[in-house]
């Protein structure tokens, strides 16, 4: 009679489990494969000295994305650039970006000649974000892109000081300087945006670093562009160099194809390219 009971109990309780169990799958599903986009920011510096707080841009939580490491004008900082650098980021891509403890705009020490040691700046605050967010960047997929002495800078990570981590760059105008080997390593695809009214970076400047890549290559021209290309045109520049990282990035092929038709949508631009 006990064994009965007890069998009655187990058979009890098993159906107690089987009809519970859909209730379990109704659970909602784990916040983090929703988290949402946002910014976050590390105080990272480098060698003691020299000090990079970082601002991180981040698409929603998935799988690892690409990161795009972006360098700030002289007497600038990241946010000045936050229309483009958010476009970026909807788009899919981490976006980093650091304050260069000499040139931006509330700098202690003031130094422009600084940039020549912002390459290694560079590299040491890309190796930091990639240790701090494992599993949110695709350490395979890294690009630069830079304003004015952001992309000097810029030029310099794909020349002397030539960072091979990284696969592909945009220079929003930026020109050549003196470079030990200018231009070096594993080919990489560069964008340059340039403004054809651009009294700081001349049209010319800009070509003549241009014509020194022999590796895939395109020229975004903004005949009423000035300085701040990315402020003149924010839906050219962003649309255009958009398509070029899901190409150069992301191996799309179809945004490829449409960098040509975005840079000339709205009659303000136009694209002469190798790529």
């Given at each position: 009679?006990l ?21 379990k ?129 810029t ?48 049209y ?21 562009g ?6 003149d ?20 092929e ?20 190798t790529?």
């Open positions: 009679m064994r009965r009971s007890l069998l009655a109990l187990v058979a009890t309780a098993g159906l107690a489990a089987c009809t519970s169990a859909p209730q799958e109704e659970e909602p599903v784990p916040e983090k494969t929703t988290t949402p986009a946002g910014t976050t920011e590390f105080d990272l510096n480098r060698g003691g000295d020299r000090p990079l707080p970082t601002k991180v841009w981040l698409p929603a939580a998935g799988e690892a994305r690409p990161l795009i490491y972006f360098s700030h004008g002289l007497t600038s900082q990241p946010d000045d650039y936050a229309e483009l650098l958010t476009a970026w980021q909807a788009a899919g891509f981490v976006v980093a970006a650091p304050k260069y403890p000499h040139t931006w705009h509330e700098a202690p020490e003031y130094n422009a000649d600084d940039i020549v040691n912002q390459p290694a700046d560079a590299q040491f605050v890309i190796t930091e974000v990639l240790k701090a967010l494992p599993g949110r960047i695709d350490a395979n997929r890294i690009a630069a892109a830079g304003h004015s002495a952001g992309a000097i800078t030029i310099g990570l794909f020349s002397g000081s030539r960072d091979e981590r990284l696969k592909a760059g945009v220079l929003i105008a930026g020109r050549q300087m003196p470079q030990p080997a200018p231009f070096s390593g594993t080919s990489a695809p560069l964008l340059f945006v340039q403004g054809k009214l651009d009294a700081t970076v001349t010319e400047q800009a070509y003549g670093a241009y014509n020194e890549v022999s590796w895939p290559k395109g020229f975004l021209e903004l005949p009423q000035t300085h701040l290309p990315h402020r045109q924010p839906a050219v520049v962003a649309a255009t160099t958009t398509d070029f990282w899901h190409w150069t990035l992301d191996g799309d179809a945004a490829k194809r449409k960098l040509p038709q975005d840079a000339s949508s709205t009659g303000v631009a136009g694209l002469t390219s790529f």
